[in-house]
């Protein structure tokens, strides 16, 4: 068996290596994992990066499957059906009864937007923010992602 040496460059430097995905430097006063977790609980974007030290631009890779999954929390509990106490039969969604209040009360229903957090559990916390004349307000639901609102 014989040895064989790479070709003589003429360079004693060697290539710095290159780094992958999973070694970042970790300059960062939060983990990923703690990001995911205050996104989760409901901080922003801004308000994570600065608790880190670092941009949103750095931070937003590990927030945004967690912003995706906040998304789909409040879009879920938007389609679930609830029931005015009393009712046995729920016969509209989240969405349509916030709409319908929201109209009778003058509230352009393009001024709406909805979030949702964790708050423990299964349990999530459901924001919907809206413009009343010049003051922006919220109505805040609990939802269990089993299918409860409460």
């Known amino acids: 068996m014989t040895h064989h040496e790479p070709p003589d460059t003429g360079s004693t430097a060697r290539p710095s290596p290159v780094s992958s995905p999973l070694e970042i430097e970790m300059e960062s006063a939060l983990t990923p994992r703690e990001i995911q977790a205050r996104i989760r609980s409901g901080e922003s974007l801004a308000e994570v990066a600065r608790l880190a030290g670092m941009t949103t631009d750095w931070v937003e890779p590990f927030a945004a499957p967690v912003i995706a999954e906040r998304e789909y929390i409040a879009a879920q509990a938007q389609s679930h059906p609830v029931r005015r106490s009393g009712e ?18 003058g509230v352009e229903l393009d001024s709406v937007s ?13 924001r919907v923010e809206y413009e009343s004349g010049k003051a922006r307000r919220e109505a805040l639901f609990s939802y269990d992602a089993a299918g409860r609102f409460s």
């Open 114 to 126: 909805w979030d949702a957090w964790k708050v423990d559990g299964r349990r999530w916390q459901v």
């Open 88 to 105: 046995t039969i729920a016969h509209r969604n989240l969405a349509q009864v916030v709409a319908d209040r929201l109209a009778s009360r």
